[in-house]
């Protein structure tokens, strides 16, 4: 029943285009569109996941991405959308013979489309083996003019591998590391790391899924190009060709709440940046204060450069156990046999620093630098309002300090370390 739908939608060209705008991070603008598909409103198909289930059962995969390419073209041709075109493409079609024989070439010429304007998305439904393969397919079409972008990535089989490989000049970061990104310090690690990677390689990073204020404002502050989401613009089958003003209005303030991104564009680095402890999270294990001293000796046997575990009780950080210590008070057998059914809150340092994710890393640097010597080595937690975040440590901070102030002597105006508003109290002793 469902075969012959999918053979009724192929033979009555019943797919329509939808587009979502992609906009740049910094500005507003929208710098192009991605191309999606919808089956017939009233068909089981009518979602692009169910529609391509059906076909890829029957064998009819590349049939029917033929057919979305060209009604995603001959829409975005007929209402001459500015900026470019992210076309989805998978890597089994990319490598059909049809493929490389200029196919996509020809349509877009007819269509008075520039090959320049026209990003080749590369969707993963099944994992790639051909590497190799794929690698001239990706470079036939860039000798052709087009651009290309790898979707999901962190969610596909092997997308890490197809960044290295074909070195695109996009890579968008599945909606899973964006959505819920203020709560979760991992998803805020990988997006920082992915980040990182983009600028080394020369790699333009789109965030996609952002269907959040606060979502749209942390990838914005991490450095992030572009993205796109829900909150930003909804996919629509005649789309706005500038962003709603409130967005605009959104991403142009000036007060970023979690930390600086020092932004270098054509036109310098962005103003008025405040770079603060959010931006030093890192995930460590933690413990629970009725945890046995035994199962945090077996943490950090296990874990040779775990060298702190902060133990938290209902999201609240009680305090610290370090590696040197625990070893020290378990040195004999007696001792660790004696320790090892207690509580680890027995060897936990009570007072560790605790600081706010909003505390700018000025007002961190002057509190490490009056603190006790040992909270140097040991680190400091990172809060969001007292809930627990992470933790930070000494060696990122400077470094971090470091390179923005190696950014600042290039830009002198472009960055603040200390901000006038920083809040009385948002650093706590305990």
Request: with cysteine; net charge negative; hydrophobic share 45%.
């Given at each position: ?13 019943q ?5 979502q705008?992609?906009v740049?991070?910094q500005n ?5 569109y991605?191309?999606l598909i ?8 009518h979602?692009p996941?169910?529609?391509?289930k ?11 991405e033929?057919?979305c390419?060209r009604?995603?073209?001959e ?5 001459a959308l500015p900026?470019?075109l992210?076309?989805n493409v998978?890597?089994?079609?990319l490598?059909q013979p ?11 010429q007819r269509?008075?489309?520039s090959?320049e304007r026209?990003?080749?998305?590369l969707t ?6 051909d ?11 860039r000798?052709m ?6 979707d999901d ?8 591998r ?5 070195r695109p000049?996009?890579?968008k970061?599945?909606m899973?590391f964006?959505?819920?990104i203020?709560r979760d ?6 997006v920082?790391?992915i980040?990182?990677i983009?600028q080394?390689?020369?790699t ?5 899924g ?5 979502e749209?404002l942390i990838v914005?502050?991490l450095?992030?190009?572009c993205g796109q989401?829900y909150?930003i613009a ?8 500038t962003l709603a003003s409130e967005?605009v209005?959104?991403?142009?303030r ?5 930390f ?7 036109s310098g680095?962005?103003k ?5 402890a959010?931006?030093?999270?890192r995930v ?8 046995p001293?035994?199962a945090v000796?077996?943490m950090?046997h296990?874990?040779p450069?775990l060298h702190?575990?902060p133990?938290v009780?209902?999201?609240i950080?009680?305090g610290?156990?370090?590696?040197a210590n ?17 509580a680890c ?5 009570c ?19 009056v603190?006790e010597?040992?909270?140097?080595f040991?680190g ?8 627990y975040?992470?933790?930070?440590n ?6 971090e300090?470091a ?5 600042a002597?290039?830009?002198?105006d472009a960055l ?8 009385s109290?948002?650093l706590?002793?305990?």
């Amino acid at each position: 029943m469902l075969l012959a739908r999918l053979q009724e939608i192929l033979a009555k060209q019943q797919l329509s285009a939808l587009f979502q705008p992609i906009v740049g991070m910094q500005n507003g603008e929208i710098i192009g569109y991605e191309g999606l598909i919808r089956g017939p409103s009233d068909s089981p198909l009518h979602a692009p996941m169910d529609l391509f289930k059906v076909a890829k059962a029957n064998n009819l995969t590349v049939k029917v991405e033929h057919m979305c390419r060209r009604v995603v073209l001959e829409s975005f041709a007929r209402l001459a959308l500015p900026g470019k075109l992210f076309l989805n493409v998978s890597p089994e079609a990319l490598l059909q013979p049809d493929a490389t024989h200029g196919e996509t070439l020809d349509s877009i010429q007819r269509l008075g489309i520039s090959p320049e304007r026209l990003i080749i998305e590369l969707t993963e439904s099944q994992p790639t083996s051909d590497y190799e393969l794929l690698r001239k397919a990706v470079t036939h079409y860039r000798n052709m003019g087009f651009q290309i972008a790898i979707d999901d990535l962190g969610e596909g089989f092997s997308s890490l591998r197809l960044w290295s490989e074909l070195r695109p000049e996009y890579v968008k970061i599945d909606m899973h590391f964006i959505q819920g990104i203020n709560r979760d310090p991992v998803k805020l690690q990988f997006v920082r790391s992915i980040q990182e990677i983009a600028q080394t390689s020369g790699t333009v990073v789109i965030a996609e899924g952002i269907e959040t204020q606060i979502e749209m404002l942390i990838v914005r502050d991490l450095g992030i190009a572009c993205g796109q989401g829900y909150h930003i613009a909804r996919p629509h089958s005649a789309p706005a060709i500038t962003l709603a003003s409130e967005v605009v209005q959104s991403l142009a303030r000036d007060d970023r709440h979690y930390f600086a991104a020092d932004v270098i564009t054509s036109s310098g680095v962005s103003k008025k940046n405040i770079a603060t402890a959010f931006r030093l999270v890192r995930v460590v294990p933690i413990a629970t204060p009725e945890m046995p001293n035994h199962a945090v000796h077996a943490m950090f046997h296990d874990t040779p450069d775990l060298h702190v575990i902060p133990v938290v009780g209902n999201g609240i950080v009680l305090g610290l156990i370090t590696r040197a210590n625990l070893l020290q008070q378990c040195a004999s057998p007696y001792l660790k046999e004696l320790h090892a059914e207690k509580a680890c809150t027995l060897f936990m340092d009570c007072q560790p620093i605790i600081v706010d994710q909003s505390t700018t890393l000025y007002d961190l640097s002057q509190t490490i630098a009056v603190a006790e010597r040992h909270h140097l080595f040991n680190g400091f937690v990172i809060a969001d309002q007292g809930q627990y975040l992470g933790m930070g440590n000494a060696q990122d901070l400077i470094r971090e300090m470091a390179r923005i102030e190696h950014v600042a002597e290039g830009f002198p105006d472009a960055l603040m370390l200390r901000s006038p508003h920083v809040a009385s109290g948002s650093l706590n002793h305990h």
